[in-house]
């Protein structure tokens, strides 16, 4: 709070304005990021592909603006900002959930799709110009 009262009026009126400016960055992001899960949930990968270059420019202009992580978390004036950026990354974590779930269930239709294939009948020729059947995945000398 001493530290408070030893600023300009000048230097009061820029780090108000670093946090109107903060505090608007955080709120498109979480924007950003609600818009992020819509297109997961969608599955509509190219709107989910733009909006990354954004994401990514919001979170540098608010890495610019911050201040250290002990002034953020005990100046009251950036209490506002650190509960939107706590929001924020929970919502990114949502988001990571959701892309890792989807990443699993593609990984079991993969393996699922795999297994059968390997179990499937294949007619060949023997050596003798037959046609004989043999399951795929079984060695070349068993056929």
Not at 21 to 35: F, K, P, T, V, Y
Not at 102 to 128: C, F, M, N, P
């Amino acid at each position: 709070m001493a530290d408070q009262l030893l600023l300009t009026d000048a230097e009061k009126a820029a780090k108000r304005g670093k946090t109107v400016l903060a505090q608007r960055l955080a709120d498109e992001l979480e924007d950003i990021l609600e818009m992020e899960f819509e297109s997961l949930q969608k599955q509509d990968l190219e709107r989910f592909e733009q909006l990354q270059g954004r994401k990514t420019d919001l979170l540098a202009e608010l890495a610019g603006l911050c201040p250290p992580s002990d002034v953020l978390q005990s100046d009251p004036d950036w209490h506002g900002l650190l509960v939107a950026m706590t929001q924020c990354r929970d919502m990114h974590r949502r988001n990571a959930m959701l892309i890792e779930r989807k990443l699993e269930a593609i990984r079991g239709t993969l393996q699922s799709l795999q297994a059968s294939v390997a179990t499937s009948t294949v007619e060949v020729y023997d050596r003798l110009g037959k046609v004989a059947r043999f399951t795929r995945g079984r060695g070349y000398q068993e056929a």
